[in-house]
């Protein structure tokens, strides 16, 4: 190949496990590059490839609601016993309103909006609300109304559980009070939010929501930065041109929803030229049972690299 290519692989990403971005911080000049591809993005619709100049942040943490020593029967203790699960719903129904407003004091104090022209350049894209609807399989959209689904997909921050547990669950019915309760929910964050902030924010806002006879404790189970990648260096017009020899059209700059954590790591240890891209199409069900990907994408996007690796060598010279 025309270039000196290092290749990272790792398998806890999807846990925000820290290894990685570790060992990136610890061996920072043996991995020095001028140049860095991530490729874990997707297209915006069939035959759109895209660039990502942005991804949102995450703060992932689980709430523990505590009451009796042990489980308790309801009709003995129904009316003065603290339930953990009851209060756990009043906190989660409390942390977001109906019309997608988080109530974290200070949540959006530091949000940063997107640029004018990003604006307009997202407005070409094919995302209308009828197709995201079609995408997810509903009927309506969520979340804040003045915001179009495309900002509130790459440029909104966003909370949402992800899971409940507590009490009796099984087949039949068994009257209990639960002893205690769990329930784990993300905030995804944009520049300039902090996740460091922000829970602490939460930690605080969780005193004051408490129900008596409850204990209530967070867990914080990780956290990434917001990134903004750039889009002004000469790898941008590289993978413009490789994007049109292998697929016929030049890619959009888009942002994305999603988190990949280490990419800060990448940023603040090796000061590359960030190349974020990917294959996938919207309907390949990331994170589903079904999870798949195109085998044309598949040999196209092999095709893109092989010209990105020609390009990228022209454009360093």
Known sequence: ????????????????????????????????????????GDFVAPGRPCLVTGMRGLLYTEIEATGAAAD?????FGGVAPNPLNTLAWVIATLKRPDGRVTIPGFYDRVRKPSPAELRSWRRLPLTA???????????????????????????????????????????????????????LSMRLVPDQDPDRVLRSLRA????????????????????????CGSDHPGVGAARRAFQAAFGAEPAMV???????????????????????????????????????????????????????????????
């Open 205 to 228: 806002y969780l005193r004051h929501l408490g129900t008596p006879g409850v204990k209530l404790t967070l867990k914080a189970l990780g956290s990434a930065r917001p990134v903004l």
């Open 255 to 317: 942002r994305s929803g999603g988190s990949i954590p280490v990419v800060t790591d990448f940023q603040e240890a090796l000061k590359p030229r960030l190349l974020v891209s990917g294959f996938g199409l919207p309907g390949d069900g990331l994170h589903s049972p079904n999870e798949r990907m195109s085998l044309d994408q598949y040999h196209r996007g092999t095709e893109m690299m092989l010209h990105l690796m020609q390009e990228l060598a022209g454009a360093h010279r």
């Open 130 to 184: 009828p197709l995201v609807k079609r995408e997810m399989g509903v009927y309506a959209l969520e979340g804040e109304a003045r915001y179009s689904p495309i900002e509130r997909r790459w440029a909104r921050p966003t909370l949402d559980v992800h899971g409940i547990a507590g009490g009796f669950v099984a087949e039949g019915s068994k009257t209990v009070i639960p002893a205690r309760a769990r329930a784990k």
């Open 72 to 76: 308790l029967h309801s009709g003995l």
């Open 1 to 40: 190949p025309p270039l000196n290519l290092r290749f990272l692989f790792e398998g806890e990403e999807e846990i925000t496990g820290p290894s990685l971005g570790r060992f990136v911080r610890a061996h920072r000049r043996r991995l020095r590059t001028d140049y860095l591809f991530i490729g874990d």
